[in-house]
């Protein structure tokens, strides 16, 4: 069983950056692929950013490429989303996910663990 716990979420105007954390208890992080997914008001939840279990092989949605910046310290059981330039469509509840899988996965249905979520709300 893996606990995970977001934070770093906050408003923050267009052209802002945030820093979102995920801190892992219950089992080593670093077995597990981390991914990082959004749930944008009335909208379906959806794949932002994941990482692999040692942290080699990154993926991104497209609108995140070049702007955000999915990262890991096993050591510290933790995984973190850097996000500059921040657009008012960025606004959405941030969950970060473990999948066992042994490579890097997009699909939301292969996380077992799930964190409670973090909002982040990007003004205009």
């Known amino acids: 069983q893996v606990r995970l716990v977001e934070s770093g979420g906050g408003l923050v105007q267009a052209g802002g950056s945030l820093r979102l954390s995920c801190a892992a208890s219950g089992r080593t992080l670093g077995s597990y692929v981390v991914g990082w997914f959004r749930q944008p008001p009335g909208q379906e939840r959806e794949f932002v950013a994941a990482?692999?279990?040692?942290?080699?092989?990154?993926d991104y949605v497209d609108s995140a490429k070049g702007r955000f910046t999915i990262s890991r310290d096993n050591a510290k059981n933790s995984v973190f989303l850097q996000m500059n330039n921040l657009e008012p469509e960025d606004t959405a509840v941030y969950y970060c996910?473990?999948?066992?899988?042994?490579?890097?996965?997009?699909?939301?249905?292969?996380?077992?663990?799930w964190g409670q979520g973090t909002q982040v709300t990007v003004s205009s």
């Open positions: 996910a473990a999948s066992g899988r042994v490579v890097l996965t997009t699909t939301l249905e292969e996380y077992e663990y």
């Open positions: 990482i692999s279990r040692i942290g080699g092989i990154r």
